[in-house]
Every structure is written in structure tokens, then in C-alpha cells.
């Protein structure tokens, strides 16, 4: 890989890093939030959506992590 590749591609991924982030933090916001519902349904709606965001910033994290790492090791060599 060239070296201008190797920098968007670590750019990219410190972008999705972020952004996972504030997914993962909205996911939890979302879960508070469940506490000021009335109904059984809003309670499960709020709980699924919380945990579904929670999951899709964790996978962005985990991912961009991993991309980090290839990126950054094959930059060394």
C-alpha cells in the first residue's frame, strides 16, 4: 500500500472511531431516557433501540480499532 493510502485509511478510521463513539453514547442516552416512559411499550421500544445503537457504535469501535492497528503496522514496515 502506498503512503497516502495507508493515511486515509488510518483518517477513516479514527472518523468511525468518533462517530462510534457517539453512536454507543446516544445508545445510552436513549436507555436513561426509558426510565421516564409510562407504558410497557415504550419501556421495550426505548430498550431495543438503546441496545441496538449500543451494539452498532460498539461494532464501529471494534472495527476502526482493528483497521487502526492494520494500518498503523503495515505504515511501520
Known amino acids: 500500500m502506498e503512503t497516502n493510502e495507508i493515511n486515509a485509511g488510518i483518517k477513516a478510521a479514527q472518523i468511525n472511531n468518533a462517530l462510534g463513539f457517539f453512536i454507543m453514547a446516544f445508545g445510552v442516552i436513549v436507555l ?29 469501535i471494534w472495527k476502526a480499532k482493528s483497521n487502526l492497528k492494520k494500518y498503523r503496522k503495515s505504515k511501520e514496515s
Open 32 to 60: 436513561f431516557a426509558m426510565i421516564f416512559t409510562e407504558t410497557f411499550v415504550e419501556h421495550m421500544t426505548d430498550m431495543v433501540a438503546g441496545l441496538l445503537l449500543i451494539a452498532i457504535g460498539g461494532g464501529m
